[in-house]
């Protein structure tokens, strides 16, 4: 399985843009790499997935290195309600499980 | 779409005592997970079922620990002679087939072992 690095915190202001890295340097050309968050005393809930190409939906978007080594998952105006650990996961493929590291733990101030 | 469904939410048990919790996955969903986790820590991978065949253990699973899906639908974990090294929050997904599905997670059931 490919290994992550993200930071460990980060910090924002309401209404702001946030940009989470996370770096995947031995991810393989075939895993996709998908973003989950997890509130507090929740279980963790999908955020976004792509393989390649930049992808946007509804709660964020996701710019993909053109080396796919890293990735950075965009807020783009962070709410209260966007405070939550954020965790990168390259899904092998054809891998029907997920491995979570420990994430980033996202602060949100008003 | 009712969600993930986990019961019970906080269990508290003493050492050497058998404990079991549910996970009632939603309805159309082939495939169930299970995983642990600990504080300050992401959620570790234990089981998984497809229907009601468990095609997947994590060696860190261990022997005291079994997890059935006997109908392909709900699924229980049991952990035998409990210890405190249990203790931790058990959480419960489920997804279709197909390796690019989003999993649904509930919101667990906290173990406490004292």
């Known amino acids: 399985d490919a290994k992550t690095t993200q930071p460990n915190s980060m910090e924002s202001n309401e209404e702001e843009p946030v940009h989470l890295p996370c770096n995947h340097s031995?991810?393989?050309?075939?895993?996709?790499i998908h973003w989950y968050r997890q509130l507090p005393s929740q279980g963790p809930e999908y955020v976004i997935h792509g393989l390649t190409s930049n992808v946007n939906n509804r709660m964020a978007s996701l710019a993909i290195a053109e080396d796919r080594k890293s990735s950075t998952l965009i807020l783009h105006r962070a709410t209260l309600r966007d405070a939550a650990v954020y965790y990168c996961i390259p899904r092998v493929y054809n891998t029907d499980k997920l491995i979570f590291g420990t994430g980033t733990r996202l602060q949100v101030f008003p | 779409d009712t969600g993930v469904s986990q019961d019970p939410r906080h269990k508290i048990t003493k050492r050497g005592q058998n404990v079991t919790f549910r996970c009632d996955p939603i309805?159309?969903?082939?495939?169930l997970y299970w995983y642990r986790q600990t504080l300050g820590q992401g959620p570790e991978f234990l089981t998984y079922f497809q229907n009601e065949a468990q095609l997947e253990k994590s060696r860190l699973l261990s022997d005291r620990f079994s997890a059935e899906r006997p109908k392909g639908s709900f699924s229980t974990l049991e952990i035998q002679r409990t210890e405190q090294g249990d203790s931790a929050m058990y959480l419960c997904?489920?997804?279709?087939?197909?390796?690019?599905?989003?999993?649904?997670f509930g919101s667990g059931t906290q173990l406490s072992v004292l």
């Open positions: 031995t991810i393989s050309g075939t895993d996709y």
């Open positions: 309805s159309e969903h082939n495939r």
């Open positions: 997904a489920s997804s279709p087939v197909g390796f690019e599905e989003k999993l649904f």
